[in-house]
């Protein structure tokens, strides 16, 4: 027993001698009288629980009991402070002061923000200890400390941070060897209703443990502009839980806690974490060179609904559609093609959009990957070279081709453009800035009716058009009802 138990216990009994003095002092007679029928309560069973029941809950609280005893000391909280700039005081150029607002000051003026978060520790190489967290906690801090579950504090160093997956590693280092690192489980395994648990220290409050089950894996993070599927769960997550672990009942990691849906800002049973398995392969690129590296294809994916699918001739057919492809880009080279609707990588069913920029993302740079399309309702292989993504090859417009995305006449559209139903071709939509299209001035809402002067009615036999095998350069006919005008020309 503790020191802190003791007290407690020891308390306890000081109160129960007192009161019994008190009492055998004020009725002594009547105590006596009543003998065995006297009973405190904490003589008397709460409930009664069949043994074997009983048990079982025992057994589940000693698992409870073993996961949090051994793993929390993995798990860390980290602060940091990071270096963030004021914008310059809009009444900086008037000869008087405001309540509440800064002095004065005609340009920015920097400051430091502190904040928390949580790690555990995955790795050991000598004195050096590995952390992983978050992007959003550690990626951008100009301080970090690493806070053991035992109060110590380590400074903490960056080794790498990728935002695009929301992870980061951090590295601090200590003479105690015997600091435990916990153990990366296989998130692939993981199913809806497994039991799970989620450390950290959510609003500072640092080595908690919630308890809950997985409410469903998949989940997409294109709401919060991340690449990962997540495990979603109902174990409370809250603020301060971000790069904290996500456990099994085999106490592994299977996933970071990265974020929560809430319309309170606190925990609503609505947790998700990235999935360990998309992470393994980031901590050696971290530690090798700083930063991950992606897979570059070169083609713009889209989600496309059924009634998209079945104007493509793909109905029923899980996927992921090139709506636009990237002049000179790996896929292009490799004799990929805008419309191609993307079925298989390296032997792998393409399920989703998300699925393959992941799957994509993590080829290594100058290796070949098999693909198979979908073009004009007929399967075909393709071998493409990849190579290493950029932000400047990324983000670049001026080569997207055909720089818009089509959209079949339905008649929700049609409605919307107000066009008459003798109208055939597609509509034009999102079209990029300094693309093939900006430069031939197509404009959303605008209907091609025809490619190189042959007509098209539909998406199939638009991109058919576009087959760049069989032409270099391309006009688009855009039609009305009150009549048609072409563009220029776009040549390869």
Same mark, same amino acid.
């Given at each position: 027993m503790n020191r802190i138990a003791k007290n407690i216990v020891g308390a306890a009994v000081a109160a129960v001698l007192s009161f019994g003095l008190i009492s055998f002092?004020?009725? &002594?007679?009547?105590?006596? $009288?009543?003998?065995? #029928?006297? $009973? !405190?309560?904490?003589t008397v069973p709460a409930v009664k629980i069949p043994a074997e029941s009983l048990s079982v809950l025992e057994a589940m609280q000693n698992v409870f009991r073993s996961i949090s005893e051994q793993v929390l000391p993995s798990v860390v909280e980290v602060d940091v402070t990071e270096k963030k700039t004021r914008p310059a005081n809009p009444f900086g150029d008037l000869p008087f002061k405001f309540f509440? !607002?800064?002095?004065?000051?005609?340009?920015?003026?920097?400051?430091? $923000?502190?904040?928390?978060?949580? &790690?555990? %520790? %995955?790795? /050991?190489?000598g004195k050096k200890y590995y952390v992983l967290t978050n992007n959003h906690v550690a990626g951008k801090a100009s301080e970090i400390s690493v806070k053991l579950n035992d109060g110590r504090k380590f400074d903490g160093k960056l080794v790498g941070a990728d935002e695009r997956m929301d992870v980061a590693l951090v590295s601090f280092e200590a003479d105690d060897a015997s600091i435990p690192i916990a153990t990366l489980g296989d998130s692939d395994k993981v199913q809806t209703g497994d039991i799970c648990f989620a450390m950290g220290a959510p609003l500072g409050y640092s080595q908690s443990v919630t308890e809950g089950i997985v409410s469903a894996t998949g989940r997409s993070g294109g709401q919060i502009g991340n690449i990962n599927d997540f495990i979603q769960t109902d174990t409370a997550i #809250?603020? @301060?839980?971000? @790069?904290?672990? *996500?456990l099994n009942i085999y106490g592994e990691v299977i996933g970071i806690n990265t974020w929560i849906a809430s319309q309170s800002g606190g925990s609503q049973g609505l947790g998700f974490a990235i999935p360990i398995n998309n992470i393994k392969h980031a901590i050696d690129e971290f530690i090798a060179n700083g930063k991950v590296t992606y897979g570059w294809l070169g083609v713009s994916l889209v989600e496309v609904r059924d009634e998209v699918k079945e104007s493509l001739g793909v109905n029923g057919k899980d996927g992921a559609f090139a709506s636009q492809i990237f002049v000179d880009s790996p896929a292009f080279k490799g004799g990929m093609q805008a419309g191609d609707y993307i079925t298989e990588l390296n032997g792998r069913a393409v399920k989703s959009v998300d699925q393959l920029v992941r799957d994509v993302g993590s080829l290594p740079a100058n290796k070949e990957a098999k693909f198979k399309v979908v073009r004009g309702g007929k399967e075909m292989p393709l071998s493409v070279m990849i190579t290493e993504r950029t932000k400047e090859v990324s983000s670049s417009t001026a080569k997207l081709w055909p720089g818009f995305v089509p959209v079949p006449l339905t008649d929700d559209?049609? /409605?919307?453009?107000?066009?008459? =139903? =003798? %109208?055939?071709?597609?509509?034009?939509?999102?079209?990029?800035? =300094?693309?093939?299209?900006?430069?031939?001035? *197509?404009?959303?809402?605008?209907?091609?009716? $025809?490619? #190189? &002067?042959? =007509?098209?009615? #539909?998406?199939?036999? !638009?991109?058919?058009?576009?087959? *760049? +095998?069989?032409? /270099?350069?391309?006009? !688009? +006919?855009?039609?009305? &009802?009150?009549?048609? %005008?072409?563009?220029?020309?776009?040549?390869?």
């Open positions: 002092s004020c009725s &002594g007679k009547k105590a006596a $009288a009543n003998g065995a #029928n006297t $009973a !405190f309560a904490d509440g !607002f800064p002095e004065a000051d005609e340009g920015e003026r920097e400051y430091e $923000a502190q904040g928390l978060g949580s &790690g555990v %520790i %995955i790795r /050991k190489d #809250n603020q @301060g839980n971000s @790069g904290g672990p *996500l559209v049609r /409605k919307k453009l107000e066009l008459d =139903k =003798k %109208i055939e071709g597609v509509a034009v939509t999102n079209v990029q800035a =300094k693309s093939p299209a900006a430069s031939l001035r *197509l404009q959303d809402g605008d209907v091609i009716t $025809a490619v #190189n &002067g042959k =007509k098209v009615k #539909n998406l199939a036999e !638009f991109y058919a058009a576009l087959d *760049l +095998t069989k032409t /270099k350069s391309v006009q !688009f +006919t855009i039609g009305s &009802g009150a009549g048609s %005008i072409t563009t220029g020309t776009y040549s390869f």
